[in-house]
């Protein structure tokens, strides 16, 4: 799963380290390139809510492996010749056929593990979409360089292939959320009396609508909505910046990029390790997953901020890396919270929703971005503007939605629920 979103990173990733050259080449406007960085997420969160919904029932080996052929699929037309309309839509297709991807690498890792061991699995299956721009982000700046944009996509669209092809081998032939035993899919009264006998520390099966009632959830939905809009940037406008608002060279960016990826690959795993810490050591979830996940996005919206009023340099530097990873971090600790929370015959659905929502920053932030330099009298004072707006929406909304994580609460509330409803059998769940 970690080496799965080390390639559907480093597929978004591509075009935003070609974006100078693809602008040049393809004769389009800074604005034009904001709206195919976002079209990658117009109809990602369809992809993240139906492609999630069907894994629960198709065999997750020829599953995945279909799902990375439709990935290569988009690649291939950029090898050649390509227009604006082309390239916008390779990006909707890859966009739709990438959408569960994250929630479905979560789902099946947390599956594997009890709550105390959870989070840094998480952190390890996070890792791994960072370490895919870090490690590939000098290569295909190279091959850029070298050769061109259309060969970087022959580079992607070749692993794709490797990938599925070493999947269908060795890969894991189980269901994602296979269905209970019972007719109805195991949401029987039955079911229902079994689940609320089940350990104090592991979630019951309840309805959708219970569980998106809960502050847990919603609050999960906000800060990882809040966080993507630092990874959309991230992929989208972070290369280009630091070409064109900052002035490095094409190599440097490809060196410098990897900073912020490779921060973010090991403060996930850390993050991960620590909420477990903190878990094991009797903290309440709402610190080892709540607060801790909502720092890391204060924190990240902060440096946001703070890179576009220091002086450039190396301290800048350091800021951009802990502003587009901290961020990062959060989202395995997140996702966790809803691991503790929420039933493994619901989690896919519930994890896959929560990406469709934080897909529409995916879709907001490359436009505001554009639209911000586009309007700006120079593109540095755009990008200042642009970025240091969005550090200040980070860090708001980071904190109102920790207000809502509470997972023990939530998790007792829950565990009411189905027990009020299984003793007075008023309910089918």
Known sequence: MAIFLFINYADKSLLGLAGTQIRADLGITVEQYGIIQ?????????????????????NLRWYLAALMLVWVATMIPLMGTVGFTGLLVCRLVLGFAEGPAYALANHSAQSMFPPEKRALASGIVTAGSSLGPLVM????????????WHTAFGV??????????????????????????????????????SQAKASANEPVNVPYRVLLGTTTVIGIALLNFFSYWSTSLKVAWLPVYLSEGLGYSTLSVGRLIGIPFAAA?????????????????????????????????VASGVCMWAFTVVPQGVFQM????????????????????????????????IMGGIVAFSSLAGIVSPLFIGFTVGAAANAAQGYDKGFAAVGIMMVVGAVVATALIRPDKDLIRIRK???ANTANNKETL
């Open 38 to 58: 976002s079209a990658f997420f117009w109809i990602f969160a369809i992809g993240a809510i139906v492609l999630g919904a069907l894994a629960s029932r198709v």
């Open 137 to 148: 982000a000098p290569i295909l700046t190279w091959i850029i360089v070298q050769w061109s």
């Open 156 to 193: 992607l669209a070749v692993a794709g292939i490797v990938w599925a092809a070493l999947w269908l081998l060795f890969g894991g032939s189980s269901k994602v959320g296979s269905k209970a035993k019972q007719g109805d899919g195991g949401d029987s009264r039955e079911a229902v009396a």
């Open 265 to 297: 690959a090991v403060f996930s795993i850390l993050a991960g390790f620590f909420s477990n810490w903190l878990y094991k050591r009797g903290y309440s979830r709402k610190v080892a997953r709540g607060y801790l996940a909502g720092g890391l996005v």
């Open 318 to 349: 350091v800021l951009v890396t802990l502003a587009f990873s901290l961020n990062t971090a959060s989202i395995g600790v997140g996702f966790t919270a809803l691991g503790d929370l929420i039933h493994s015959k619901k989690r896919g659905g």
């Open 417 to 419: 629920w189905a027990d």
